[in-house]
């Protein structure tokens, strides 16, 4: 199986930064491209951003110049550092992950996508 772990969220004051962190771990035998959502009370999930396996990025327009995605293929590891924080970020963060995984005992490999289980992000203003 997969996991995928954020952490990083927490309590900030306008324009501030946070880091968060999507750790992967399991029967990984490669991560592909990995996205970073968001959820605010009573609204949808929104992409954030994205990194593709080799490392290219995209990014919704109300986080441009303000955020950075990027990933430790060593790791299993991306990471979404976050600037410039206004109140509307508010949110759960959530990663998702598109996951090539390897079963041992068979030496088969699955590809499937995984969802993390969020971490709260809070900017007062």
């Known amino acids: 199986q997969v996991q995928l772990v954020e952490s990083g969220g927490g309590l900030v004051q306008a324009g501030g930064s946070l880091r968060l962190s999507c750790a992967a771990s399991g029967h990984i035998f490669s991560l592909n491209a990995v996205d970073w959502y968001r959820q605010a009370p009573g609204k949808l999930r929104e992409l954030v951003a994205e990194?593709?396996?080799?490392?290219?990025?995209k990014y919704a327009d109300f986080v441009k110049g303000r955020f950075t995605i990027s990933r430790d293929n060593a790791k299993n590891t991306v990471y979404l550092q976050m600037s410039g924080l206004k109140p509307e970020d508010t949110g759960v963060y959530y990663c998702?992950?598109?996951?090539?995984?390897?079963?041992?005992?068979?030496?088969?490999?699955?590809?499937?996508?995984?969802w993390g289980r969020g971490t709260q992000v809070s900017v007062s203003s």
């Open positions: 998702n992950a598109g996951v090539d995984v390897f079963t041992p005992m068979s030496g088969r490999h699955r590809f499937a996508y995984y």
């Open positions: 990194i593709s396996p080799s490392g290219e990025t």
